[in-house]
């Protein structure tokens, strides 16, 4: 009904235009996916539906409609209205999920990203988005939120466009996490020129930079990762990239021997098979252990960042650098051990069941910038000559890998 009201002849649905149940043809139709939505004359988008079946037309409730006020200065012969109504939060991806559902689900934002005109039926008004505004019902003319994405509808390469992407869209929903690469696939196909080899949700070019991610919310481990450990991909978290725009290569440690991915298909920007990333570096072996909070007196004890949940951690060799007796020996300037000194971001909620320590290897990754950054290195369960990635520690002073015991090792992770 709508296109017809807009004269338009031709109407995409996805799931009527896409054989769903084929995954050829699944995976032919996201090639051409970012085409579809760049060259439509606008996408239609039921934004306070969360679901198929919720339809774009809602009936506003009496509280949220416009309301006219009467008033007249005192002496004054001629009144004037005031017209007024409640506060409509602001339309964005992720956010106000409850007044905007569909913006909560991973496939909309592309679709969203590359549209070049979008209009919203929403709760309480129409919403119309393009490229160079976001005007709703009401006049108010707010902020285009696409014009940051500008460079990578035209196909040019922003390493730092690319990070907020992928902070934007990592955290929204997805149905089945086996689509957590395919659907953001349109938008890497618009990066690829500059940025080298697609790499499970990384690019070749500046890799260091972008293996340095780390989780904003803590959630469980996927029982079946759709990604290698080094990629964003391979979790369910909203990730971003603290250090991206600090491109100093001379503060990394550790040298990329190779890396490489196999899609599940044909197609690299779709479903992952396997990936192997082999990166030689300064390591140091140590126990990882779940801690009792009486050991931050004794012990560099630290607390998950961002703390999803209650755990309290610490490793081995800190405890050795910072033993009183150590510091004396090799006259250290470390005198103390701030709790804030210390900020782990596990990847998942990983081994909660586990009371034991676990073995793991600390990956010096990169120093100078704010601290030491160290990966997390553990022991593959399919492969002990293999390793996963488990976090990412940061130790906010320089020094500590000067004074713990190291090896240079090359590391096959996956």
Not at 252 to 265: D, G, N, Q, Y
Not at 281 to 297: E, F, Y
Request: charged share 25%.
């Amino acid at each position: 009904m709508i296109a017809r009201e807009m004269k338009v002849d031709y109407l995409w649905i996805d799931s009527l235009c896409i054989i769903q149940d084929d995954l050829q043809d699944l995976e032919n139709e996201l090639i051409n996916m970012a085409n579809i939505y760049e060259n439509s004359y606008f996408t239609i988008a039921a934004t306070a539906s969360s679901n198929s079946d919720g339809g774009c037309f809602r009936s506003i409730a009496p509280q949220d409609r416009e309301l006219e006020l009467k008033y007249a200065h005192h002496g004054s012969s001629q009144p004037f209205s005031i017209f007024f109504r409640r506060e409509i939060p602001k339309l964005s991806p992720g956010f106000e999920v409850a007044e905007y559902p569909l913006m909560n689900r991973g496939w909309v934002f592309q679709e969203w990203a590359l549209s070049s005109r979008m209009i919203h039926f929403c709760k309480k008004e129409l919403i119309f988005d393009c490229r160079a505004s976001q005007i709703p019902q009401s006049g108010e003319n707010d902020f285009p939120l696409k014009e940051n994405f500008e460079e990578t509808r035209k196909g040019i390469w922003s390493g730092w466009t690319w990070a907020n992407l992928v902070r934007a869209y990592s955290d929204l929903e997805l149905s089945e996490m086996k689509d957590r690469l395919p659907a953001i696939s349109a938008l890497a196909r618009r990066m690829c020129r500059d940025g080298g080899r697609y790499l499970a949700g990384l690019w070749e070019n500046d890799l260091l930079q972008w293996l340095n991610w780390v989780v904003s919310t803590v959630r469980s481990r996927l029982p079946e990762p759709r990604a290698p450990s080094w990629s964003w991909a391979s979790v369910s978290s909203g990730v971003h990239f603290p250090l991206y725009n600090h491109r100093d290569r001379d503060d990394f440690l550790v040298k990329i021997v190779k890396a490489e991915v196999t899609p599940l298909r044909s197609d690299i920007f779709g479903e992952i098979k396997s990936g192997l990333l082999v990166i030689e570096g300064k390591v140091t072996k140590s126990l990882l252990r779940w801690s009792s909070p009486a050991s931050r007196t004794t012990s560099p004890s630290f607390t998950c960042q961002p703390s999803s949940f209650d755990m309290i951690f610490n490793l081995d060799f800190l405890t050795e650098v910072l033993d009183p007796a150590t510091i004396r020996k090799k006259g250290l300037k470390i005198k103390s051990c701030p709790e804030d000194w210390f900020n782990f971001w596990p990847d998942t909620q990983f081994y909660l069941s586990e009371r034991s320590p676990i073995e793991v290897y600390c990956l010096w990754y990169r120093e100078k910038l704010w601290g030491d950054w160290v990966m997390i290195l553990r022991s593959s369960s399919r492969d002990s000559n293999v390793f996963e990635r488990i976090g990412i520690l940061h130790i906010d002073v320089t020094g500590f890998m000067d004074e713990a015991t190291t090896s240079v090792m090359t590391m096959k992770i996956i």
